[in-house]
């Protein structure tokens, strides 16, 4: 028997051939070595993420790593089964489905570069969010016609834009690997659907709060949530997260951290955050009370009626759901325009627009600053406060009692008038 011999290669040929020196070669092959796999990049691009992105990327993110079978774009029923680790997936024979399927193959192991991080990818991954979206919404909205509720929208366009953003911040965070290009920014977002949110009109507001107050398995916690909503204008996470350490008794000041964990404050009434204080301690315990050793200010404000055996429930965001729901199915009017809890930051700002003006509206919302231009016609903090305390019928610091604190002042420091 012969021996098996290894071929020669002449390296030096090989890299005149190819334009490279020993030294440039070596660097390749090391930086090679040192770009991640898409598991190792995935995962450690999301641990650094703020826990709401984590939320919302997570999971288009794992579908790249993990792959995800057969999905079709017709709605037949055996596609519609949601079952097992990956629901939607297509199980029909017919020539609709066959011929639609996307297949996302698993790239765990590959190591990212431009190869792997493609248009192609994002396309196919957006394609499938799009996809799994509308037959998740086609089943969703089953349910809800089981309980009276009107159907919401299922066309899978907020997938299909969130999956594409999750890939354009991916690649960016790989640029080093990927030569600089970031081939999610040629896939183009879909375009939104206008959306028709009308504020409610004053006796709709009135029927709301009266059906809040009246009905339900604890009124005490939805009426305050309401009115937290009507006077802040919060959105749902700023409601369920708020702490009573956010809570400014002296200073009538509210601070919110819903959106971008920013502190944004809001002017409010005493006996608002009275109630809230009461509240807190009445169900939270001591830890709540700022008047006690045993006080906490990261403690939460908001809290459920406490259990059987007396243990203590934060609120959490399933509670809007239920005042949703509840409003929907027992409001003529609000079925049709699947009312919730936003529906009362969009009407106090629309009142705020037609009694005082636009940049009272803009103040209320807390929305940033859109051209310089908006500098000259701003709504100051204390400017809100008198919108608010005159549209609420409430006195706060910043407006009431300014002559009596400005003789205070005065005599505090020995001027006379």
């Given at each position: 028997?012969?021996?098996?011999?290894?071929?020669?290669?002449?390296?030096?040929?090989?890299?005149?051939?190819?334009?490279?020196?020993?030294?440039?070669?070596?660097?390749?092959?090391t930086?090679?070595?040192?770009?991640?796999?898409?598991?190792?990049?995935?995962?450690?691009?999301?641990?650094?993420?703020?826990?709401?992105?984590?939320?919302?990327?997570?999971?288009?993110?794992?579908?790249?790593?993990s792959?995800y079978?057969?999905?079709?774009?017709?709605?037949?029923?055996?596609?519609?089964?949601?079952?097992?680790?990956?629901?939607?997936?297509?199980?029909?024979?017919?020539?609709?489905?066959?011929?639609?399927?996307?297949?996302?193959?698993?790239?765990?192991?590959?190591?990212?570069?431009?190869?792997?991080?493609?248009?192609?990818?994002?396309?196919?991954?957006?394609?499938?969010a799009?996809?799994?979206?509308?037959?998740?919404?086609?089943?969703?909205?089953?349910?809800?016609?089981?309980?009276?509720l009107?159907?919401?929208s299922?066309?899978?366009?907020?997938?299909?834009?969130?999956?594409?953003?999750?890939?354009?911040?991916l690649?960016?965070s790989?640029?080093?690997?990927?030569?600089?290009?970031?081939?999610?920014?040629t896939a183009?977002?879909?375009?939104?659907?206008?959306?028709?949110?009308?504020?409610?009109?004053?006796?709709?507001?009135?029927?709301?709060?009266?059906?809040?107050?009246t009905?339900?398995?604890d009124?005490?916690?939805?009426?305050?949530i309401?009115?937290?909503?009507?006077?802040?204008?919060?959105?749902?996470?700023?409601?369920?997260?708020?702490?009573?350490?956010?809570?400014?008794?002296?200073?009538?000041?509210?601070?919110?951290?819903?959106?971008?964990?920013?502190?944004?404050?809001?002017?409010?009434?005493?006996?608002?955050?009275?109630?809230?204080?009461?509240?807190?301690?009445?169900?939270?315990?001591?830890?709540?009370?700022?008047?006690?050793?045993?006080?906490?200010?990261?403690?939460?404000?908001?809290?459920?009626?406490?259990?059987?055996?007396?243990?203590?429930r934060?609120?959490?965001?399933?509670?809007?759901?239920?005042l949703?729901q509840?409003?929907?199915?027992?409001?003529?009017?609000?079925?049709?325009e699947?009312?919730?809890?936003?529906?009362?930051?969009?009407?106090?700002?629309?009142?705020?627009?037609?009694?005082?003006?636009?940049?009272?509206?803009?103040?209320?919302?807390?929305?940033?600053?859109?051209?310089?231009?908006?500098?000259?016609?701003?709504?100051?903090f204390?400017?809100?406060?008198?919108a608010?305390?005159?549209?609420?019928?409430?006195?706060h610091?910043?407006?009431?009692?300014i002559n009596?604190?400005?003789?205070?002042?005065?005599?505090?420091?020995?001027?006379?008038?």
């Amino acid at each position: 028997m012969s021996e098996r011999t290894t071929p020669h290669v002449d390296l030096s040929a090989l890299l005149a051939e190819s334009g490279l020196t020993e030294a440039e070669l070596l660097e390749q092959l090391t930086a090679q070595s040192r770009r991640p796999t898409v598991a190792d990049h995935v995962g450690a691009y999301l641990k650094v993420q703020t826990a709401g992105t984590r939320r919302g990327y997570a999971t288009h993110l794992n579908r790249l790593v993990s792959g995800y079978g057969a999905v079709c774009d017709q709605t037949c029923e055996l596609c519609l089964g949601d079952d097992g680790d990956q629901p939607f997936t297509c199980r029909c024979t017919c020539r609709a489905c066959l011929t639609s399927q996307i297949r996302i193959e698993p790239r765990s192991n590959d190591v990212v570069g431009t190869s792997i991080y493609t248009t192609e990818v994002v396309q196919q991954l957006a394609a499938v969010a799009k996809r799994l979206a509308i037959k998740r919404g086609i089943v969703h909205n089953r349910v809800r016609a089981t309980k009276g509720l009107p159907a919401k929208s299922a066309d899978g366009i907020g997938a299909e834009e969130n999956a594409i953003a999750a890939l354009r911040s991916l690649f960016d965070s790989a640029l080093s690997h990927t030569d600089g290009t970031n081939a999610a920014h040629t896939a183009k977002k879909p375009r939104r659907n206008t959306r028709e949110r009308r504020p409610m009109q004053e006796f709709e507001l009135l029927e709301l709060c009266h059906l809040t107050s009246t009905s339900g398995n604890d009124t005490f916690l939805d009426e305050l949530i309401v009115d937290f909503g009507i006077a802040t204008g919060s959105r749902r996470e700023g409601v369920h997260l708020l702490t009573v350490g956010q809570l400014h008794r002296d200073t009538q000041i509210i601070d919110l951290f819903d959106k971008y964990k920013r502190r944004q404050p809001a002017p409010v009434s005493r006996e608002l955050i009275d109630r809230l204080i009461d509240h807190a301690v009445q169900r939270g315990g001591q830890v709540c009370n700022p008047d006690t050793d045993q006080y906490r200010p990261d403690s939460k404000a908001f809290y459920y009626q406490p259990t059987a055996n007396g243990q203590v429930r934060p609120l959490t965001s399933r509670r809007f759901d239920n005042l949703s729901q509840r409003w929907q199915t027992s409001l003529p009017w609000a079925g049709d325009e699947q009312l919730g809890f936003h529906h009362l930051r969009h009407t106090m700002a629309a009142y705020l627009e037609s009694h005082f003006g636009p940049q009272y509206k803009k103040r209320y919302l807390r929305h940033a600053d859109g051209s310089a231009t908006d500098g000259y016609g701003i709504c100051t903090f204390d400017e809100l406060a008198r919108a608010m305390s005159d549209l609420l019928g409430f006195e706060h610091p910043l407006v009431h009692g300014i002559n009596k604190r400005r003789q205070e002042t005065l005599d505090r420091f020995g001027i006379s008038d």
